[in-house]
């Protein structure tokens, strides 16, 4: 008994030391999540349109406005008017994630071939500013305005700057991995830049075809669907240019609610052949 108390006491000093000499840990602080509006804005300065987050959504509303009206002229339907709505409401969404793609894939074929550049520059022995100065003026067209860009806020505010303003205006994970080995290589000094440009190159070019012969084969299958949801509305609105009567049954309360149900499925069964055929996003990692 006196040994278990002797022990209960000797724990119970040791905690209140514990307690005294340990350092608080300071509250990590709480990560900020990014707003509605920035997200678009991001979304929206991936595909390189330069516009506000308001500006998109307006341009959301109107287009979603115009197709509505446009189907209410057309058939008169209601429900065909507000899933009309829905469609152009997300036809700007639509057309930003294809310029997205598509400048994605042009602007990563251009960092393949800046990177060589890079390299070969860096082995004949000129600095990292110097490289990017020669690129900016003789690189890829489709990069020579950010390069610019780049050259010019080396001057103002420093390389590390300069290459982080330049992620932010392309936004696109391979100039992160790019950009992330022009900082250390500046950190360290550059003796290994070169072989490292190397590896980065070759990995980029293979990704780039890769992606190239998945978009290809994701394209087919895509168009596939559209063909299959299409189908029925181009039915519907070819019947009701021949004979806008036989399809009066459908202007009824029962009809309406017949034909939401067909258009939800429709709609149901293109979302998830899209989702069927979706491809892995390639998101940014390093920031």
Request: hydrophobic share 50%; proline share 4%; aromatic share 4%.
């Amino acid at each position: 008994m006196p040994l278990v108390l002797s022990l209960t006491l000797a724990a119970g000093v040791l905690l209140v030391y514990l307690s005294i000499t340990s350092a608080k840990r300071a509250p990590e602080p709480a990560t900020r999540k990014e707003s509605l509006a920035e997200r678009i804005e991001e979304f929206v300065r991936r595909a390189g349109l330069g516009i506000s987050a308001s500006d998109f959504l307006l341009l959301s509303a109107g287009s979603g406005f115009v197709v509505a009206v446009g189907a209410q002229l057309m058939l008169g339907w209601p429900v065909v008017t507000i899933v009309a709505f829905l469609i152009g409401l997300a036809l700007p969404s639509w057309y930003v994630r294809q310029r997205e793609e598509a400048r994605r894939s042009t602007l990563q074929a251009a960092l393949a071939e800046a990177v060589d550049s890079l390299r070969a520059a860096v082995r004949a022995g000129m600095s990292i500013e110097e490289s990017l100065s020669s690129l900016a003026r003789s690189g890829p067209v489709v990069l020579r305005p950010a390069l610019s860009d780049l050259v010019r806020d080396m001057r103002l505010s420093g390389f590390e700057d300069a290459v982080r303003l330049t992620q932010d205006r392309l936004a696109d994970p391979v100039f992160d991995t790019v950009a992330a080995a022009l900082v250390m290589s500046h950190r360290v000094g550059g003796r290994n830049l070169s072989t490292v440009l190397e590896g980065l190159g070759r990995s980029v070019r293979q990704a780039v075809q890769v992606e190239r012969e998945v978009r290809a084969e994701q394209a087919k299958n895509v168009l596939s669907a559209r063909i299959i949801a299409s189908l029925p509305v181009v039915l519907i609105l070819a019947i009701r240019g021949m004979n806008p009567d036989y399809l009066d049954v459908f202007s009824t309360p029962t009809g309406q609610g017949l034909l939401a149900l067909c258009l939800l499925s429709t709609i149901v069964g293109y979302a998830g052949m899209l989702w069927a055929t979706r491809l892995p996003g390639n998101e940014r990692v390093i920031r």
